[in-house]
């Protein structure tokens, strides 16, 4: 079953407002990966966070690895037209198989 | 630089019939994955492979099977296709350990 629990499902943005989404679990990760997927591509990763407390960017993404390692975050600011796609948060459970989100589908409205 | 390629982009089976969808990855990774993408479900793993003759399954195998003959290939077949098997199948493959994985585009089934 769903091991991840991403929020919210859907969400449409005025350009230009920040973003936040977040994902969750009741087993603790050791690792957590945002990837965002374009229609009619693959996944894409955005962040990878290793490390409990962590922040880190990726020009206007943000991602936090939470403290008690069963959650993260996702900001995006000032958000553009290009951002419309579906963003999972994955993380590795028995060894290196990563278990996905069930997605935060954005769209923008322009 | 290609990355992952996966073939076909589309395909339309009936049921019973069977299939193959070939993964091909140039960037000498050692793990190679097949995930299904169904609405609301996010991405599940089927099988994987460590390596090069290696494979074990994932969270949902059955219905489908795997060889890694070569390291560049990971090839995922479908011996009697069923309407639950539709989805969008997502071929990766990563240097394993905490390394990223690279996806490829998909492959788009439809069993009727």
């Known amino acids: 079953g769903q091991q991840l629990n991403q929020s919210p499902q859907s969400m449409f943005i005025q350009e230009g407002e920040d973003v936040s989404m977040n994902c969750t679990s009741s087993?603790?990760?050791?690792?957590w990966l945002w990837y965002k997927q374009e229609p009619g591509e693959g996944p894409v990763l955005l962040i990878a966070?290793?490390?409990?407390?962590e922040l880190t960017s990726n020009g206007r993404l943000t991602a936090q690895f939470g403290i008690t390692r069963k959650d993260s975050f996702l900001n995006i600011s000032a958000s553009i037209p290009s951002d419309v796609g579906i963003y999972f948060c994955?993380?590795?459970?028995?060894?290196?198989?990563?278990?996905f989100g069930a997605g935060t589908i954005l769209r923008v409205k322009s | 630089n290609a990355g992952v390629t996966q073939t076909p982009k589309f395909r339309v089976l009936k049921t019973g019939q069977s299939m193959t969808l070939l993964c091909a990855q140039d960037?000498?990774?050692?793990?190679m994955y097949w995930y299904r993408q169904d609405p609301g479900m996010g991405l599940r793993l089927i099988h994987y492979?460590?390596?090069?003759?290696?494979?074990a399954k994932g969270e949902v195998p059955d219905g489908y099977n795997v060889s890694r003959l070569k390291k560049q290939n990971f090839l995922l077949g479908l011996e009697s296709a069923a309407p639950s098997q539709t989805s969008v199948y997502f071929c990766?493959?990563?240097?394993?350990?905490?390394?990223?994985?690279?996806f490829g585009n998909g492959t788009r089934l439809t069993v009727t």
């Open positions: 990766a493959s990563s240097y394993g350990g905490n390394s990223p994985l690279h």
């Open positions: 087993s603790i990760f050791n690792t």
């Open positions: 966070l290793y490390k409990a407390g």
């Open positions: 994955a993380g590795p459970k028995y060894g290196n198989k990563l278990v």
């Open positions: 960037m000498n990774h050692e793990y």
């Open positions: 492979s460590v390596g090069e003759g290696t494979t």
